[in-house]
């Protein structure tokens, strides 16, 4: 599901900022290079790596 998001906003982030702001294409390039990094980073820090704290009901 991550890679879909950071994949929908690599492609579409610099479509939609070049054809509706007219921003020349190197801009829309270098925040996606930065967007996406750091979206996985806190994404994956969050959910993957995130420390699960044990079920303390006593039933296993």
Same mark, same amino acid.
């Given at each position: 599901?991550? &890679? &879909?998001?950071?994949?929908?906003? &690599? ?7 070049? &054809? ?30 995130a ?5 303390q009901?006593?039933?296993?």
């Amino acid at each position: 599901m991550l &890679a &879909a998001i950071g994949l929908a906003i &690599a492609y579409g982030g610099p479509v939609l900022l070049t &054809a509706k702001l007219g921003l020349p294409l190197i801009f829309p390039i270098m925040i996606t290079c930065l967007l996406v990094p750091a979206i996985n980073f806190v994404v994956l820090d969050r959910w993957v790596f995130a420390e699960h704290i044990p079920d303390q009901s006593g039933d296993g």
